[in-house]
């Protein structure tokens, strides 16, 4: 696992409250191939063969540490010992402006989720086609192996 400064280094001490909010496994990958910022730039964009190789490709480069922008989301979650260390975590595809709104009461503070159409400064092009349904076989192997704890720890099921 990569080793993220602890709480006690980031706010001074450990008595801080989390959240974060995972996503599919599936969908984070084919998300990382339209990731404007990490994902792929070349022609053929909509092409299902392209993304496969893309995502396979890119894969592998995690097993070399070429590529850093695609970490196992319990990285982000757990420490080195396994020790749960985000207190609350909310599912992308889970009602999540409504349990992010929901988190937000409990703590008193008026932060609202944008939805999409209000500030898509990160969301997926219109014209982005693909989907889980265009993984192929070793596609979905690929990811099966790297982000089998994410598929674990959060409850996702596997193709």
Known sequence: MNRFP????IYGSDKVELFTVVRN????????YYC????Y????????????RWIRQMI???????HHHYVNQVEYVYDEDGKQIIQYVLKFE???HIKFHKLMNKFNLAIYLPLKEEDAINARNLGAKLSQKNLD??????????AHLDFKNFGYDMM
């Open 60 to 66: 592998s480069g995690l097993k070399k540490k070429k």
């Open 36 to 39: 404007k910022f990490a994902g």
């Open 25 to 32: 496994p599936y969908d984070r990958a084919i998300s990382e």
């Open 94 to 96: 889970d009602n999540l």
């Open 137 to 146: 076989k070793n596609s979905i192997q690929a990811i099966n192996n790297y």
């Open 6 to 9: 602890s709480l006690e280094e």
């Open 41 to 52: 730039f070349g022609p053929d964009k909509e092409n299902p063969r392209v993304m496969n």
